[in-house]
């Protein structure tokens, strides 16, 4: 044990242990409704998301993981890159007490364990990508057209949101935006349109749609 809370306390593991705890905190505040799965797209490729193909989303798409949410991405790059880096510490890492070697193989160790997260990400998300691109859209979108829910998210807006359709099941958490109002959490919403360039849904309030 004690050596295991030296390894990933140390450097470098040090470095992706302080990115998992971020990543694990982020989730927790994600269950909560308080930020949607896709915040990190928003913020890193804009309001549009997907829809602009440039850049990050540009490079993304080229390896296989177009539209897949960065958080999931990112969250798999750095729990890869943390067991990685564990057992290249355990297995490389000199016995030696002069800071300098220790510093530039602990170097070495950390750039591998990232480029072998990022490796091991993609590997593991192109068979889902892939998996996801064989369903029929058109049949998805016909079947949710209409649809009732609720807001999940602390809200919807025309920019971001999420909520939870009913699919006959236990639901889906779909991304939804609506058209120039905000909707707080728990408000039920109507799926009235399908928004392909940014893979999400368009809603309207269920007393809008009924006419109230």
Same mark, same amino acid.
Do not use: K
């Given at each position: 044990m004690a050596i295991f809370l030296q390894i990933i306390f140390g450097f470098p593991t040090v470095l992706f242990t302080a990115l998992l705890a971020l990543v694990?905190?982020?989730w927790l505040v994600a269950i909560t409704g308080v930020l949607e799965l896709e915040a990190l797209d928003h913020l890193m490729l804009g309001q549009d998301g997907w829809g602009d193909a440039g850049g990050l989303a540009a490079l993304l798409n080229k390896v296989g993981l177009g539209r897949v949410p960065l958080t999931i991405i990112i969250s798999l790059i750095?729990?890869?890159?943390?067991?990685?880096?564990? =057992?290249?510490?355990?297995?490389?890492?000199?016995?030696?007490?002069?800071? =300098?070697?220790?510093?530039?193989?602990?170097?070495a160790i950390f750039a591998a364990a990232l480029v072998a997260g990022? +490796?091991?990400?993609?590997?593991?998300?192109?068979?889902?990508?892939? +998996?996801?691109?064989?369903?029929?859209?058109?049949?998805?979108?016909?079947?949710?057209?209409g649809r009732t829910g609720v807001v999940r998210s602390g809200k919807v807006t025309p920019h971001s949101g999420q909520a939870l359709v009913e699919d006959g099941g236990a639901g889906l958490l779909l991304q939804v935006r609506t058209i120039d109002d905000t909707?707080?959490?728990?408000?039920?919403?109507?799926?009235?349109?399908?928004?392909?360039?940014?893979?999400?849904?368009?809603?309207?309030?269920?007393?809008?749609?009924?006419?109230g």
């Open positions: 694990l905190l982020y750095v729990l890869f890159g943390w067991v990685v880096c564990f =057992a290249g510490v355990r297995l490389l890492m000199p016995a030696t007490e002069v800071v =300098a070697i220790r510093f530039v193989v602990g170097a990022v +490796l091991a990400t993609i590997v593991a998300l192109r068979p889902v990508h892939a +998996l996801l691109r064989r369903i029929p859209a058109e049949d998805v979108a016909v079947s949710l057209l909707l707080p959490r728990g408000t039920r919403v109507v799926v009235i349109e399908q928004l392909p360039e940014r893979n999400a849904w368009r809603v309207v309030s269920e007393e809008e749609f009924r006419g």
